[in-house]
């Protein structure tokens, strides 16, 4: 080989890291597993824990529909859950609740909204969460301005919006995009002196549904009502707005921001036989909005875990040697709030945290996961293990460096490794946050395959006889020091 | 041949009756509309009307919402029309409205209803059309009996339902069958002593969305409110009920049925050249429910005809032979009423319609035409024309014996051949009768499709050298009468 090749080829080296060959004794020992997947998939498919999930999930939900943050509802349902995993009959060793203080109290109260000119019409609408009243929880009346993105609003002259209710109907491209809107268009339209705003509901599909989720305001700006209408409505006024016509809209909304309350993470530890005080976490949020029953958004997710360790059970598996625990966070909806409560209080304790795993994008068709974490063995690993999962087609994994789900993410962006469970259905944001977020929209057959999933996954994970592997903090800049280093040997050898 | 072969095959002969070949020359006259059909296609696809269709719909229903039969809005809405197609702009020949009399005023009110327990729920609910009110518009409060159809029903005793309000949750099969309980639901339920009826709404899939539509009472049985409630309500409740817990409901609905009222057919005609007194009808009802737009049930399919004579202007066309007549027929949400009045007032002048066109199935992508009529020639000309839709992908058919939509059946039971606009989506019946229907459902480009297909078909029908093959009544009977007599005369000669 030239001189010449072999320093380049010795440049790139480090930057083919990933390709590396996966730790073949690691590998041999995750296949090992299979006739253990095999037997979780038989028991949730076609056995005694088939139909489990949806048949607790229903228990749960139909008793408990409106568990927003600051509600009784809410705490009666933590309760309700502390008392269910505390019986003798569960298989849980340790449950408890987590104090998470200082949390928004906020009550939605009663909505109306009317279009007034030139038709009359009644609109749908769900205020958004933290939405402040309007003036004395009384009907406003206002002209509409009606804009389809922020800025198309930017172009327009305090003058044009001042004293009028701005409408957004920007369409939806992906939640991660659109719901910039639900954060950013009160405040947005506040600074040019608008007395409300309503919104197109976060969602690509509608029946007429609007979906509410929280709103942000900004310090030093007016706090106006921010409130969902529907995407038929949004479209509607932005006709009628084209073709020049003056609209005028009533609106009325009485929510009110109470005192912060206290609620509680709910944790359940299914303890591991050789190191209990390594915990693999399964979790999803107990809370949901004051809409629906919460039932995908995100009871299922938050029951996958609690049904993983009843099959491990059944099926009398050894117990795995690290403990699995689920953790059932609070306050998710109003800001991922009970699980930032309880990352803090843990923090010193990231060691112990071997795996972090969250379903929280529904369960309509569990493809597999979405995995973040180290990218040689850690992502062999995870690779064997939905490779394993490919009778119940739910055999595809997708790395990323960013979150794979909403509560977990203190915990990977700090290093601990971990998975969602990848669910692609678009169908998910066509419920998400409004009525219609009910038990219909779950499968039974559906939860049986994340269960079977989610319940390898875990176990593998926690029995396994090292810990997860952990990328180290450097590893993203080493091989790139390495690189220049061999760089500068390179071109002072060739010069 | 063998006697008896021959014998046999002059038995069957008569059976074979509809594979005898089209008549050649009228199959070479379909034929040379060929470069006309190539010239719709391209004028509503991409010439200048393109999206007509969609914009004079959306200022339509954007200005005319609720268009329920005994409403002002319904009544404006077709003077609206007349003044619009009798305008100088116009290419309509002749406008005018013919009374519909003695037509049902029955008006919505306020509607409530609430699961009180073992849980506190609001649910989502639209009164059926017809429906009577709760005892003084008041609240009624009363156990649930939930039942999953009429035989479950019809099992319990008199004493298990009396003062209770008995739920469907019947589930969905076809709108056809799905909708008997929307009919039958309050009086089957009354039989037994119960004091109102919940319904599962009748539609495919849900979000939080209740339809509406016409309900059935029995002379001779109480009338008790009968009320659609969600997918979700209907299956939670199941549930619930399932479980054995005690279920309480508070329902109040103040509807009320008003003194009979006259509204209005509107028929625009497009003259023919050459026989004026006979006429091809395309047609789409103009009233919907007192919910949403009735953006595709049924303007969309109203505006078609109204679109495709303009089509025909736009491109200078010659005049068809025979007229195009737009009916627009009103209160057909009451069961087909003004279409019923308008048969009675023509019955006698059946020879000069042609044939009969209607689009009540929506516009979400047009596949071509379900038929019913003559078939052999008629046949012939039906594949004939749709296989020239082929580049819009419009060039299927269906024969049916039957109703090929709603508002024509009376012309078509009479033997007058028809065709509808063949739309198998299923999505249709996701936003039938619901608040959902908006425009928002529409899509350009399909009802331009379906324009070019409307079109395509009214034109050649009514310009041909002859009028459209009637089926005589006794084709039938004919070719089995002659198989009798032919397998006698058969025996007789063998035997």
Known sequence: MHAILKYIFLFLAPFYVNSLECDQALLEEVRSYKPIVEGIIEETINGASKGLCYKKLADFVDKYQKRITGSQILEDSIDYLVS?????????????????????????????AFVVE???????????????????????VAEAVVVENFDELYKLDPSQVSGKIVVYNQGYSSYGESREYRYKAAPEAAKLGAVAALVESIGPFSINSPHTGVTQYEDGVEKIPSIAITKEDAEMLRRIYRRGQKIVLSIKSNSTMLSPVTSHNLVADYKGSEYPDKVVV???????????????????????GLIAVEVINNLGLPRPKRTIRNI????EEQGLLGAEKYFNQHQNELNNFVFV????????????????????NGEC??????????????????????????????????????????????????????????????????????????????YIIADLNSDF??????????????????????LKTLL
């Open 282 to 304: 399964v979790s999803g949020h107990i809370d949901n909005w004051d809409v629906g029953q919460g039932a995908m958004d995100d009871a299922g997710g938050m029951m996958l």
């Open 84 to 112: 269910n995993l505390s019986s003798p009959e569960s298989v849980m060793d340790e449950v408890w609740k987590e104090p998470a203080p200082d949390l928004p109290h906020w009550i939605r109260g009663r909505e109306e």
């Open 357 to 376: 795993m969250e379903s929280d994008s529904g369960t309509f068709d569990p493809q597999g996961l979405q995995y973040t974490g180290d990218r040689q």
């Open 118 to 140: 030139p038709v009359k019409k009644k609109m749908a609408t769900l205020a958004f969460g933290s939405s402040v009243a309007t003036p004395n929880g009384q009907a406003l």
């Open 469 to 490: 592997p952990r990328s180290t903090s450097t590893c993203l800049y080493s091989p790139s020091i390495l690189s220049l280093i061999l760089l500068v040997y390179a």
């Open 328 to 331: 059932l966070w609070t306050a």
């Open 381 to 458: 690993i995870i690779k064997e293990i939905v490779s394993m999962l490919a009778p119940i087609n739910a055999s595809k994994y997708e790395w990323t460096s960013g979150a794979v789900s909403t509560d977990i993410t203190h915990f990977t962006d700090a290093g601990v490794p971990g998975a969602g469970l990848w669910d692609p259905d678009e169908i998910y944001f066509y419920f998400h946050h409004t009525e219609g977020d009910m038990m219909t929209v779950e499968d039974p057959d559906a939860l049986d395959r994340a269960v079977a999933l989610w319940t390898a996954t875990a």
